[in-house]
Every structure is written in C-alpha cells, then in structure tokens.
C-alpha cells in the first residue's frame, strides 16, 4: 500500500498529486485495446497512482488520443486522475502533414492551439498542468505568460510549468507567471539536476520537480561498462539488505533527495509500477545512499 507521503503539494500555490506519475510517452507502443487501457488506468489507481504525464508529441500525436479513447469508456475515470501535458515542440508526422521540420514553437498562438487540441484529444475539460516541453531559444516570456493568463482566465488549465529548464530559463519565465514545477531527467547515471542547481532551486521554492527516466531508459541495468556494472553490485547488494528490488533502490535514492521529486514511470507492466510505489516506503541510510554515490560518480567524497 502507499505510505502517507505518496501525496504531496508540489508548490505553494500548487495541485496535490502522486510522487508515482504513471507516464505514457510510451501508450501507443504497448498497442493495448481501449479496454485494456481502462483496466491499466485502475491498476494505476489501486496502487495509488493518481497523476498521469503526457505530451502532445508522444506516440507520433497519439498518445492523448488513446488516453482519450479509455476516458470515453469509462469517463468517471477522469475525475480520479490529474493530468499534466506538454507543448512547444513540433515535427512533421502524418498526423501534422502541414509541419516541414523539427522546430520549437512557443508562442502564444501555438500553446493556445495545443492546449486546446489536448483537451479535444484526451477528452477533458481542463488540464491540471500544462508544461513547455522544451526551452525555446526564440521564447519571449511575456509571450508565454500571455498565453497562459488566457488559458487559465478560459478555465482550460488550472496549473502551469516547464520541462527541462535550466534554473536561469525556469527564472526568467517565472518572473512573468508562476511556475509549480520543472520536469527533468535524474537517475543514478544522470546527476546533471543534482550539480546545476535545478534542485537546489526547487528546495528554495519549495516546489517539487518531476523526474523522467529515473532508471536511465533501462540502461541502469542493462549497460556492461565497468562502472555501470560497480553500480549493478551496489544495487543488488542493498536490494538484498533491504529485501526489495534493484530498480526499487534505485527510485529511493531518487525519492530521498530533499527537494521531494515526483517520479514519472515508463512501463505498461503493473509490476514495474508496483516497484515505483514500494520506493515510497523504502528509506535507504545515509551510508546506503551514499555508497549508490559514490558508484555512480565514480568518485570518493572529497
């Protein structure tokens, strides 16, 4: 069962979800029916998963579709979930035959357009929050700030972030409109947020980031360098001291950092979810984590 701090505001002013994010960039490469979607989405529930990520891009412009489709079925399904979806990004795909190339786009007109597409395809009334997936070297922050005044004064978004913000991006845009949260990539092989102040400025805000790829897109346990597999050794033996799973110990060293992450999964199998929300009640010492530590980087403490 989730422990009691499966919960959390993720900002002052911020919407409470699960620190377990069921993540879906993957949805239209599991090839599930709508009914086998619905019956995942209640598997995600009882193990108290309550927040789901998406993007307009994810599955080629399919994903919210298919999400939409299991919504349609069962709609007081809705009502369970929060929902956090992205835009900014755009790249020619059957789905958009008019886009030429791979190109960022954050303005006004295209964050409206998009957000109200995603409400279309996922069949919602309002999106919980609304991310810019991306930096934009072209953003102008009063630009975007425009466009999510508009769509908040309209009551299609409740709540507004980025993804993969650098904190003086985050900054910037921050000071035009209140963020709640930075999505961005952390795991015992990617330990950029830890050094460059992403997390040190969630501390300081008290806003909780997101974390994507949190097992480093299974490389954690499947790449054979020599350190990587110095960091397998660890794993498994402090798996075995705490009777749980590798990839469980490997979400509790993310779990663990002060600045309170919420974890976004990536798989279809109940298993694996079931793995992310043990980590909730899976406290590593502070030896233990810092032995992971020391495995990842290579390096001893100075």
């Not at 069921?22 to 029916?33: F, K």
Request: with cysteine; hydrophobic share 45%.
């Amino acid at each position: 069962m989730p422990s009691l701090t499966s919960r959390l505001q993720i900002a002052p002013q911020g919407p409470e979800f699960s620190r377990i994010v069921l993540g879906l960039w993957r949805l239209s490469a599991w090839q599930m029916t709508p009914v086998e979607r619905v019956a995942f989405l209640h598997a995600a529930l009882d193990l108290g998963i309550t927040t789901i990520d998406q993007a307009d891009i994810y599955g080629d412009y399919t994903s919210e579709l298919l999400l939409g489709e299991a919504f349609a079925l069962e709609p007081q399904l809705r009502q369970q979930f929060q929902i956090v979806t992205k835009c900014g990004i755009q790249f020619p795909s059957p789905q958009r035959p008019h886009q030429r190339a791979h190109i960022y786009n954050t303005t006004a007109a295209h964050i409206i357009a998009s957000a109200e597409n995603s409400l279309r395809s996922m069949r919602l009334e309002k999106i919980d929050l609304l991310l810019i997936h991306r930096p934009d070297p072209l953003m102008d922050a009063d630009e975007i700030a425009d466009a999510f005044s508009q769509l908040k004064q309209a009551g299609k978004v409740s709540h507004f972030g980025v993804s993969n913000f650098s904190p003086a991006q985050f900054e910037l845009l921050a000071s035009r409109f209140p963020l709640v949260t930075n999505q961005v990539e952390c795991s015992l092989l990617h330990h950029a947020p830890i050094y460059d102040g992403t997390f040190d400025q969630c501390q300081r805000l008290r806003m909780s980031p997101m974390i994507w790829s949190a097992l480093a897109g299974g490389r954690l346990f499947s790449e054979q360098s020599e350190q990587t597999q110095k960091l397998q050794a660890q794993l498994d033996r402090i798996a075995s001291e705490l009777g749980v799973t590798a990839a469980c110990v490997a979400i509790a060293w993310i779990l663990q950092l002060p600045s309170r992450p919420m974890v976004l999964t990536g798989s279809s199998r109940v298993k694996v979810l079931a793995e992310a929300v043990q980590a909730l009640n899976c406290s590593l010492s502070r030896e233990q984590w810092f032995d992971l530590w020391r495995a990842a980087t290579g390096t001893e403490l100075p």
